[in-house]
Structures are given as structure tokens and as C-alpha cells.
């Protein structure tokens, strides 16, 4: 019987490197799919609704006829242990040359935004008008005229409701909102809501970036309910 020669070729370096690499590019490519899938499956619906029960998630509030078919919205809520009066002169004075953000300034001062939150209620920020804009950016920013709020409309006491835009452009129609309303409860507490109403046609990039509004919100409301119990 004749023997067959046993093949002794040995596999390229390159071959193999190159092999290695494939496997731990699709290794990459496959825990990038899994973080997408959990962001949009599990981390959006959380910080859509973060602090708000499933009946505030779904019911209307004032504000909602501002944009009355959205593609996007969130509703964020937060109980305070004061009530709506002693919550709403802290939303009047909102903006970044006015009594602040609200949220992380030494994150936004990291951008040249000089934002100085106020721990006190400043009567010259009271006066509030319909049409007002409020700023995200102070004057002497780069972008300038720069990104805000308009606006809308007031009730006292109940709701403060507010649309994006950029200063001195105000749009006919709202294409995002800021509706903080206010509910008081029967322990004398208030439950302090946030409802983002979106009208954009590309849904994606505004889901993919919204963690980092959701941050800021979230402690916009933290920071709001510590002033407004310290009272």
C-alpha cells in the first residue's frame, strides 16, 4: 500500500493575523449591536418617563396643543414637598442670564456659558411676559443669536410652557417644548412635571443623543425641588 505524503504547508503569519482580526472586529461590531439594543430597548424608556407614573405618562397637560402630533415625547415628574406656589417663581426666573439652568453649571461653564444658578427668588426675574425668550447661551457667546426658550404661555401657579427656538427667529409653530406643570396632592405636597414634546421627522439622532439632555434634566428637577424645600 502506498503511503500519501502528509502536507506540512504551514498557514501565513499574515493569514493568521489577519483571521485574529476579523474575529475581534465581529466581536466589536457584535457588543456595539447589543449596547444599541439596550439603549433603545431598555435605557430610552427609563429616561423617557424617569420619576413618572404610567397616568401622567399618558395624560394631557397644558402645553400639549403646542405641538399636537409629536414624533418624540418624554414626561419626567418629581414630587416636592412645598406647594405649586412656592415651586413656580423658581421657574420664572430660568435661563442663563437670568437665575440659571437649574442643572450642572460647572459642565456648562466648561463651554465659556457662564451659567450661575440663583438659590434665592429674584424679584427682577418675576416680570415675565408672554414672548419673552429665555437664553441657553449669553450674549457675547460664539453662537450668537444663540439657542432658547420662547415663551408661550403662563398660569399662574399651574404651568409654565415653554418652546425652543433661536433668539430673535420666533417660529409660527413649536417643533419642541418644555412643559413644566404643576400638580398639587392631597398631603400638601406637588408633583412637579416636565413634558418634552418633539415634532422631528428624524427620530434616531434625537434618541441617540438624548442621554445627555436627560442628565441635565434630571437634575434641573433635583436642583428645583431642593430650593424650592428650602424655603
Not at 444599541?36 to 424608556?45: K, V
Not at 442663563?96 to 457662564?114: A, P
Not at 440663583?118 to 419673552?132: E, L
Not at 408633583?191 to 437634575?219: C, D, G, H, N, W
Request: glycine share 6%; with cysteine.
Amino acid at each position: 500500500m502506498t503511503a500519501h505524503p502528509v502536507s506540512t504547508t504551514a498557514i501565513h503569519p499574515t493569514k493568521r493575523r489577519n483571521g485574529r482580526s476579523g474575529r475581534i472586529l465581529l466581536g466589536i461590531v457584535l457588543i456595539l449591536a447589543l449596547l444599541f439594543a439596550a439603549y433603545l430597548l431598555l435605557l430610552w424608556p427609563w429616561m423617557q418617563a424617569w420619576g413618572a407614573s404610567d397616568a401622567e405618562v399618558e395624560a394631557s397637560l397644558p402645553g400639549d396643543d403646542l405641538v399636537p402630533a409629536p414624533t418624540l415625547q418624554s414626561t419626567k415628574g418629581i414630587t416636592i414637598q412645598a406647594p405649586p406656589e412656592a415651586i413656580y417663581p423658581w421657574l420664572l426666573q430660568l435661563g442663563v442670564d437670568r437665575g440659571g439652568m437649574y442643572s450642572y453649571d460647572w459642565l456648562e461653564n466648561l463651554f465659556g456659558l457662564n451659567v450661575h444658578t440663583v438659590d434665592r427668588i429674584v424679584p427682577a426675574y418675576q416680570n415675565v411676559q408672554i414672548g419673552d425668550f429665555w437664553r441657553f447661551t449669553p450674549k457675547e457667546f460664539v453662537l450668537n443669536p444663540g439657542p432658547g426658550l420662547y415663551v408661550r404661555a403662563l398660569q399662574p401657579d399651574r404651568a409654565v410652557l415653554l418652546c425652543f427656538g433661536i433668539e430673535g427667529q420666533p417660529e409660527e409653530t413649536c417643533f419642541d417644548t418644555w412643559q413644566f406643570v404643576l400638580a398639587p396632592q392631597a398631603d400638601g405636597s406637588t408633583r412637579l412635571l416636565l413634558r418634552s414634546r418633539m415634532a422631528f421627522e428624524q427620530q434616531l439622532p434625537i434618541k441617540l443623543t438624548y442621554f445627555v439632555q436627560f442628565i441635565m434634566e434630571r437634575k434641573m428637577l433635583l436642583t428645583l425641588r431642593a430650593r424650592a424645600e428650602s424655603l
